[in-house]
């Protein structure tokens, strides 16, 4: 099956108001359908799905397409990855070419695998909702104060201390040791090569990946069960399924607040999510037992433009802070620091001193740029300690070298401007010297490839296009009977926005392939959200105009199209006659050409 053949099943198999409606509620609306738009902050149903088009879209977001591009976007996922999942959803096999498939139940079968830690899961939380054994469990999280609906929300489990709780009962299903093994469930003794359970004696917190399958455990002993030999905390290893650079915990729940707010807050603990989501901050997260690197800022950014890292107010989470500020630097991403009181993390911190206390210290982050001057300039005196402060300056001149170019954003400059001037103070040194220095170490370093893919594109809406092109397209996607004419009568190098010209070549190239194109083929001729974005916008648009004497309006557009063309083809020769480059002879012709051409203008 090609690639096209696939969308083509899977556009036909799959219906866009089920797909939207399992995780929105819908109202019927006139012909169409209606919902709370979950990417804005959303009072009345603003997202409208049409179920002849198989189309949504959002107006104040100024977002819509089919359901490839709701699910990219609901999911923050590539083209690719929507038509992996809305196959797997549609149960459409996508690698029937790619050789055979490891088969169900081995370790190597990924869906085996997801199947295990779902399965796993539910064992570890029932045990801690009902068993007996668990009361020391729900015991430690009653005292963390951790209630019985973030037990659910979060699906917390429990583990007794045991060697074979979990193997025993995955003899009664499908799941061998060696998948258990695989997803870093069970472990094999070197000395006699027996299975046995990794996590024990432990409440767990399932990591999710942000379609909410559990891909890893996190794991904290009871203190009952503390000995000098075993750690606090411990999570899964990285298996097939599970890679902790790039995963965050809690964010499969946190990550419609976090587009909403369009900020996301980064905690170091499971417990401290768990806490202060329960006194209303939902846009918190926490990494994995790693510090934050360049996947988790890629993820990071399909939601959120500003992070705050919210610090235990210790000496290892300043460390921590300072190590990862040159990445969040030459990433372009706004990094904020909160740091709290000493010898409190953020679950302790909201529960002794309350929502309103901490929401003030995320609201009082402070820059990180303010954060690493404080830092760096703690305890020197740039008058007599002229090593070190020569040392400090240097450092982080080169890092602001690294962030951005001199040709960056207004804003960025302006940014620039405010850390030289504050630098200037701090080591007593003239500004202009300062730039100098900046200057120079900016040339000394390498040319930053330059990364157009992470350039965020701006959606094209219907009011860039001229509006002839505009009208034209509108016309061809409600008529789509017009189309051949139109290709005949006006060439796609006449219309001038780069993504109508796209629309209008794909027009042609679908008709070259015989396909008739309709306004669902078209849509599904393009990867890009922004172009779908666009041609529902402009479906919309052409329809609510209503055009009742189309054929009429067609004929003036392509009349007009016909006397531009002509128009630039007189200018075209003008200019070569004017150019000495012809002989006489062809001088003539070409005047006899043009006085032709002038003759058709005046007659159309
Ligand atoms: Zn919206």
């Given at each position: ?64 397409g089919?359901?490839f ?9 590539d ?6 999942m ?7 096999p996508?690698h ?5 498939r ?11 695998l ?13 045990c801690?909702?009902?068993s007996?054994?668990a009361?020391v469990a ?20 429990y583990s007794?201390?045991?060697?074979q ?10 799941f061998?040791p ?30 999710r ?17 503390t000995d ?5 905390y ?10 902790k650079?790039?995963?965050?915990y809690?964010?499969d729940?946190a990550?419609?607040?976090?587009s909403?707010q369009q ?12 806490g ?9 997260v ?26 235990d ?22 990094l904020?620091i ?11 911190f909201?529960?002794?001193?309350g ?15 303010d ?15 002229t ?10 001149l080169?890092?602001m ?21 504050r630098l ?10 300062l ?11 390498r040319?930053?490839?330059s ?13 860039d296009?001229?509006?002839p092109?505009?009208?034209?397209l ?14 005949e ?9 780069a ?23 078209l849509?599904l001729?393009?990867d ?15 329809r ?12 003036d557009l ?11 083809s ?13 002989n006489?002879?062809e ?12 003759q058709?203008l005046?007659?159309?």
């Open positions: 099956m090609s690639f096209d053949d696939i969308k083509e099943r899977l556009r036909q198999s799959i219906d866009i108001c089920e797909l939207i409606g399992e995780q929105i509620e819908l109202h019927r609306q006139g012909r169409g359908f209606v919902g709370i738009c979950p990417w804005h902050d959303d009072s009345r149903p603003s997202l409208q799905v049409n179920p002849e088009r198989q189309t949504w879209k959002c107006w104040v977001c100024n977002i819509g089919d359901a591009s709701y699910v990219m976007q609901r999911e923050g996922i083209f690719r990855e929507a038509l992996e809305l196959a797997d959803r549609a149960g459409i996508l029937e070419a790619r050789g055979p490891p088969q169900a139940g081995s370790p190597d079968d990924k869906k085996t997801y199947h295990a830690m779902a399965w796993a899961c539910e064992q570890f939380h029932d801690l909702s009902k007996p054994d009361s729900r015991q430690y999280l009653e005292e963390r104060q951790i209630h019985a609906e973030s037990i659910d929300r979060f699906r917390i489990g007794p201390p045991e060697w709780w979990l193997l025993q009962r995955a003899q009664q299903t499908a061998s060696e998948v258990l093994e695989a997803v870093g469930l069970a472990l094999r003794s070197q000395r006699n090569q027996k299975y046995y359970d990794r996590f024990r004696g432990r409440v767990l917190f399932p990591i990946d942000t379609q909410q399958r559990p891909i890893a455990l996190g794991g904290r002993i009871l203190p009952k069960f000098e030999k075993t750690a606090k411990i999570n899964s290893p990285e298996t097939r399924l599970f890679s650079s790039e995963q965050l809690g964010l729940i990550r419609d607040a976090i909403k900020s996301i807050v980064v905690t170091e603990g499971y417990t401290d999510v768990i202060v989501h329960q006194h209303g901050f939902r846009n918190v926490a990494v994995l037992g790693t510090a934050l690197g360049p996947r988790h800022i890629r993820l990071i950014k399909r939601y959120a433009d500003r992070i705050v890292l919210l610090l107010g210790d000496d290892a989470g300043q460390r921590r802070a300072n190590e990862i500020l040159d990445l969040f630097v030459t990433h372009h991403v706004d904020r909160a740091t709290l009181p000493a010898g409190l993390d953020p679950c302790d909201v529960q002794q001193h929502a309103s206390a901490l929401q003030s210290v995320i609201d009082g982050a402070r820059d990180a740029w954060h690493k001057i404080t830092l760096e300039t703690d305890g020197i005196d740039p008058i007599r300690d090593h070190r402060a020569h040392q400090a300056l240097e450092s982080l080169a890092i070298a690294r962030s951005q170019r001199a040709t960056a954003e207004a804003s960025q400059r302006l940014r620039e401007q405010q850390l030289l001037n200037s103070r701090e080591f007593q040194i003239e500004e202009s010297q730039r100098e220095r900046l200057q120079a170490a900016r040339s000394s370093q040319p930053q490839l990364n157009t893919q992470e350039q965020t594109q701006r959606t094209a809406t219907p009011s296009l001229e509006p092109e505009q009208a034209l509108e016309l061809m996607l409600q008529q789509p009977e017009i189309v051949p004419t139109a290709l009568r006006i060439r796609s190098n006449q219309l001038t926005n993504v109508a010209k796209r629309i209008y070549q794909t027009f042609e190239l679908l008709s070259e392939q015989g396909v008739i194109p309709t306004f669902e083929r849509l001729s393009f890009e959200p922004e172009v779908k974005t666009l041609l529902v916008q402009l479906d919309d648009s052409g609510n105009k209503n055009e009742e004497n189309h054929e009429a309006v067609f004929a392509c009349r007009a199209y016909e006397r531009k063309q002509l128009r630039d007189l200018r075209q020769g003008q200019a070569a006659l004017e150019s000495t480059e012809l006489e002879d001088q003539l012709d070409l005047l006899k050409e043009l006085l032709r051409k002038q058709e005046i007659d159309r």
